[in-house]
């Protein structure tokens, strides 16, 4: 492939190549079809749902829908933030993203979304985060906060030295945790568990940024998510005012609170919260939000790219890397824009879509 290829920020080379469905560097000597454009590692979606939609679990056939609208977007890589479906039969097929799980959420009881979470009480959450680190790969989603209905307001589902155990137990069995927070009350228990990354992390103050720079835990905002706060506010003002005008003030500062993490260090990964109520295939419309919030657009790509990759575990254009990349007819950091239009995507080195050239 003609460069420019991006194998970092700052680092670019003039071409890129893929022999036996690995990247070289080092053209090779057979004639080879060649593909114009930027290059850029296949995205990352590190908060989605597969095989999840707003009810609950989804046949296959929905489950390989979602999955191809990511692919064809880019986004060749998702972290599976929960689900109650069984998709490991994506494992078996190379044309779809490669997915790391976290097993299924683990909510307290009547404290969720009904058909997503296993359900239980504070004296149960150490077993059900062993199991579910079973059947993750090595990620658990615990759900940090949500509404309380006695108190109207969203509020945190467990003790300080619960979650504290749990996320000592996972770690022990070599899983890393997540959790989903809104608000701002339970973050500073969780940092001070041990947590490694939280979802949303609308609640984000001065104290609990410095925390979580200090312990470098990960955020992953789904600001595309965070967009829907004022419409579920609107459904909830009747019945739970406080809880409604929480929402909208945590949306009204999103931006601010995403600007002044970046600026404290957190890492900061791209997700989006598709398979629920959004559809998937939005990566590009994420990280064009984390632009928007005042990340460079060499910061935000690297929070769908090369970062991202190399925090859940997967290489980037790297020499013998597996070929997992997307191409783009301009370059990405002169406009984000572009990214919501790949000229050629290439996984596990074949071309999805996209036109090869002779070459020069």
Same mark, same amino acid.
Request: with cysteine; proline share 6%; aromatic share 6%.
């Given at each position: 492939?003609?460069?420019?290829?991006?194998?970092?920020?700052?680092?670019?080379?003039?071409?890129?190549?893929?022999?036996?469905?690995?990247?070289?560097?080092?053209?090779?000597?057979?004639?080879?079809?060649?593909?114009?454009?930027?290059?850029?590692?296949?995205?990352?979606?590190?908060?989605?749902?597969?095989?999840?939609?707003?009810?609950?679990?989804?046949?296959?056939?929905?489950?390989?829908?979602?999955?191809?609208?990511?692919?064809?977007?880019?986004?060749?890589?998702?972290?599976?933030?929960?689900?109650?479906?069984?998709?490991?039969?994506?494992?078996?097929?190379?044309?779809?993203?490669?997915?790391?799980?976290?097993?299924?959420?683990?909510?307290?009881?009547?404290?969720?979304?009904?058909?997503?979470?296993?359900?239980?009480?504070?004296?149960?959450?150490?077993?059900?985060?062993?199991?579910?680190?079973?059947?993750?790969?090595?990620?658990?989603?615990?759900?940090?906060?949500?509404?309380?209905?006695?108190?109207?307001?969203?509020?945190?589902?467990?003790?300080?030295?619960?979650?504290?155990?749990?996320? /000592? +137990?996972?770690?022990? =069995?070599? %899983?890393?945790?997540?959790?989903?927070?809104?608000? $701002?009350?339970?973050? *500073? #228990? @969780?940092?001070?568990?041990?947590?490694?990354?939280?979802?949303?992390?609308?609640?984000?103050?001065?104290?609990?940024?410095?925390?979580?720079?200090?312990?470098?835990?990960?955020?992953?905002?789904?600001?595309?998510?965070?967009?829907?706060?004022?419409?579920?506010?609107?459904?909830?003002?009747?019945?739970?005012?406080?809880?409604?005008?929480?929402?909208?003030?945590?949306?009204?500062?999103?931006?601010?609170?995403?600007?002044?993490?970046?600026?404290?260090?957190?890492?900061?990964?791209?997700?989006?919260?598709?398979?629920?109520?959004?559809?998937?295939?939005?990566?590009?419309?994420?990280?064009?939000?984390?632009?928007?919030?005042?990340?460079?657009?060499?910061?935000?790509?690297? /929070? +769908?790219?090369?970062? =991202?990759? %190399?925090?859940?575990?997967?290489?980037?254009?790297? $020499?013998?890397?597996? *070929? #997992? @990349?997307?191409?783009?007819?301009?370059?990405?950091?002169?406009?984000?824009?572009?990214?919501?239009?790949?000229?050629?995507?290439?996984?596990?080195?074949?071309?999805?879509?996209?036109?090869?050239?002779?070459?020069?």
């Amino acid at each position: 492939m003609a460069g420019p290829v991006l194998v970092g920020p700052a680092d670019v080379r003039d071409e890129l190549w893929v022999v036996d469905g690995r990247i070289t560097f080092t053209r090779p000597t057979a004639a080879a079809d060649t593909v114009r454009g930027w290059v850029l590692p296949g995205l990352v979606d590190a908060h989605c749902h597969v095989g999840l939609d707003a009810h609950g679990a989804v046949d296959d056939e929905t489950t390989l829908a979602q999955a191809l609208a990511d692919r064809d977007t880019g986004a060749l890589l998702l972290r599976d933030a929960g689900s109650p479906a069984d998709t490991r039969w994506m494992d078996d097929r190379a044309d779809l993203p490669r997915v790391v799980r976290a097993g299924r959420h683990i909510a307290r009881t009547r404290r969720y979304i009904r058909n997503y979470a296993e359900e239980i009480e504070p004296d149960g959450l150490v077993g059900e985060v062993i199991r579910q680190a079973k059947r993750g790969d090595g990620w658990v989603k615990l759900v940090g906060d949500w509404i309380d209905r006695s108190v109207g307001d969203l509020a945190p589902c467990w003790p300080a030295d619960v979650v504290a155990e749990a996320i /000592a +137990a996972a770690h022990d =069995a070599g %899983a890393r945790v997540t959790a989903h927070c809104f608000a $701002e009350d339970s973050l *500073a #228990d @969780l940092a001070e568990a041990g947590i490694d990354c939280v979802e949303h992390a609308t609640g984000l103050t001065d104290d609990t940024i410095a925390l979580f720079a200090a312990r470098g835990i990960a955020i992953v905002p789904t600001l595309v998510n965070i967009a829907t706060f004022p419409g579920i506010a609107a459904g909830a003002d009747d019945k739970f005012p406080r809880y409604a005008e929480h929402m909208r003030a945590l949306h009204a500062r999103r931006f601010d609170t995403v600007g002044a993490a970046y600026d404290a260090g957190i890492p900061i990964y791209v997700g989006t919260d598709a398979g629920g109520s959004l559809p998937h295939g939005l990566a590009a419309a994420e990280i064009a939000e984390l632009v928007r919030a005042g990340l460079p657009p060499e910061a935000a790509l690297d /929070a +769908a790219t090369w970062s =991202a990759r %190399a925090w859940l575990g997967f290489p980037g254009l790297e $020499e013998g890397a597996p *070929a #997992d @990349l997307v191409v783009y007819p301009e370059d990405p950091r002169a406009d984000v824009a572009v990214l919501a239009a790949p000229d050629v995507v290439v996984l596990r080195g074949h071309p999805i879509s996209g036109r090869a050239v002779p070459a020069a």
